[in-house]
């Protein structure tokens, strides 16, 4: 176990998806605005932090490998300061493409005696054009082609950065280059990840995106949809988490549940995130389909011990896969 995780600090894993800013202002209430029945929030403090793709980005950099990621943000004040702490988190800014055509996502919440009162999303989420996709793939390709890369990570939140078009192209790149692709997937794209080496939908996306209803309990039905879904995308394997029932791995070494294991859950945010990054530097250290989705479901379940979006402690990590 030590020796794959010694083996992550040598992965470059490329993260292709929708970044956004997760903006959070922190105060207090002490009385009702005179303008309208709506509580006024007194701010004490701001912070902005990374967040969509760029969560996942931070994910694989605690793990230890190299993370790139390649997406598009808006030419605007916010767009400036993702790239700011971009580079203060260290982190490469080559695969980011400035757009005239849509906003930088923010999504910002207010908290007052930590509870959040109002979240407000500053976004477009219309697929970006055919010359924009381009634009974006030939960054995507210039990446692969000047260095390894030993994964290639799909975050797709459905903010239109991801399109059809685009997931043909860098799937056909990675297969003729042998790189591991893996798919944190949303609704629009569903169906379109032909090819990958790792899907990774959890169980409200699989009911959506196959337009079935599967009782995690009942293994039979499980199986069932996941064989479904494996002959339409013909993806080398299939892991579909479970939240508090584990994972259910899918691949020619066989299938399985893996369960979860007993945790004091404080906050679910982030965890996908998680998961999809462990899975993805896990494989590309080469561990088999099943020691994969075993420490992934345990990255998965770590996070959720810690209030708000935080990524993995690889040496927690680590601890805990010593123990299993």
């Given at each position: 176990?030590?020796?794959?995780?010694q083996?992550?600090?040598?992965?470059?894993?490329?993260?292709?998806?929708?970044?956004?800013?997760?903006?959070?202002?922190?105060?207090?209430?002490?009385?009702?605005?005179?303008?309208?029945?709506?509580?006024?929030?007194?701010?004490?403090k701001?912070?902005?932090?990374?967040?969509?793709?760029?969560?996942?980005?931070?994910?694989?950099?605690?793990?230890?490998?190299?993370?790139?990621?390649?997406?598009?943000?808006?030419?605007?004040i916010?767009?400036?300061?993702?790239?700011s702490?971009?580079?203060?988190?260290?982190?490469?800014?080559?695969?980011?493409?400035?757009?005239?055509t849509?906003?930088?996502?923010?999504?910002?919440?207010?908290?007052?005696q930590?509870?959040?009162?109002?979240?407000?999303?500053?976004?477009?989420?219309?697929?970006?054009?055919?010359?924009?996709?381009?634009?974006?793939?030939?960054?995507?390709?210039?990446?692969?082609?000047?260095?390894r890369?030993?994964?290639?990570?799909?975050?797709?939140?459905?903010?239109?950065?991801?399109?059809?078009?685009?997931?043909?192209?860098?799937?056909?790149?990675?297969?003729?280059?042998?790189?591991?692709?893996?798919?944190?997937?949303?609704?629009?794209?569903?169906?379109n990840?032909?090819?990958?080496?790792?899907?990774?939908?959890?169980?409200?996306?699989?009911?959506?995106?196959?337009?079935?209803?599967?009782?995690?309990?009942?293994?039979?039905?499980?199986?069932?949809?996941?064989?479904?879904?494996?002959?339409?995308?013909?993806?080398?394997?299939?892991?579909?988490?479970?939240?508090?029932?584990?994972?259910?791995?899918?691949?020619?070494?066989?299938?399985?549940?893996?369960p979860?294991?007993?945790?004091?859950?404080?906050?679910?945010?982030?965890?996908?995130?998680?998961?999809?990054?462990?899975?993805?530097?896990?494989?590309?250290?080469?561990?088999?389909?099943?020691?994969?989705?075993?420490?992934?479901?345990?990255?998965?379940?770590?996070v959720?011990?810690?209030?708000?979006?935080?990524?993995?402690?690889?040496?927690?990590?680590?601890?805990?896969?010593?123990?299993?």
């Amino acid at each position: 176990m030590q020796k794959l995780f010694q083996q992550f600090n040598n992965q470059n894993i490329l993260i292709i998806g929708d970044v956004m800013m997760d903006s959070y202002l922190w105060g207090s209430v002490e009385r009702i605005s005179p303008e309208a029945p709506v509580p006024v929030v007194s701010v004490r403090k701001k912070e902005n932090r990374l967040g969509g793709a760029a969560n996942v980005v931070l994910n694989v950099q605690s793990l230890g490998a190299t993370p790139i990621i390649c997406s598009v943000i808006g030419e605007d004040i916010e767009g400036e300061e993702f790239l700011s702490i971009l580079q203060k988190q260290g982190l490469s800014t080559e695969g980011i493409i400035k757009l005239k055509t849509r906003p930088t996502t923010v999504k910002t919440r207010v908290i007052s005696q930590n509870q959040q009162m109002i979240r407000i999303d500053a976004e477009v989420d219309k697929e970006i054009s055919l010359e924009e996709s381009d634009q974006l793939f030939s960054v995507i390709k210039s990446i692969i082609t000047s260095r390894r890369i030993d994964a290639i990570i799909f975050e797709d939140y459905d903010k239109g950065v991801i399109t059809e078009y685009l997931i043909n192209k860098v799937v056909a790149l990675a297969k003729s280059k042998n790189i591991i692709t893996v798919v944190d997937p949303k609704k629009r794209n569903f169906l379109n990840y032909k090819g990958v080496t790792l899907f990774k939908p959890n169980l409200k996306e699989l009911r959506e995106g196959l337009k079935i209803d599967v009782d995690a309990s009942n293994h039979a039905e499980l199986e069932l949809a996941v064989t479904k879904l494996h002959s339409k995308l013909q993806s080398d394997m299939v892991m579909v988490t479970l939240s508090e029932q584990g994972v259910y791995m899918y691949s020619k070494e066989g299938k399985r549940v893996i369960p979860a294991h007993i945790r004091n859950i404080a906050d679910v945010s982030g965890a996908g995130d998680t998961v999809i990054a462990t899975t993805a530097v896990c494989l590309a250290a080469g561990a088999d389909a099943f020691n994969t989705a075993s420490i992934a479901n345990l990255a998965g379940g770590l996070v959720c011990e810690y209030v708000g979006v935080v990524p993995i402690n690889k040496e927690e990590l680590l601890k805990e896969a010593q123990t299993l």
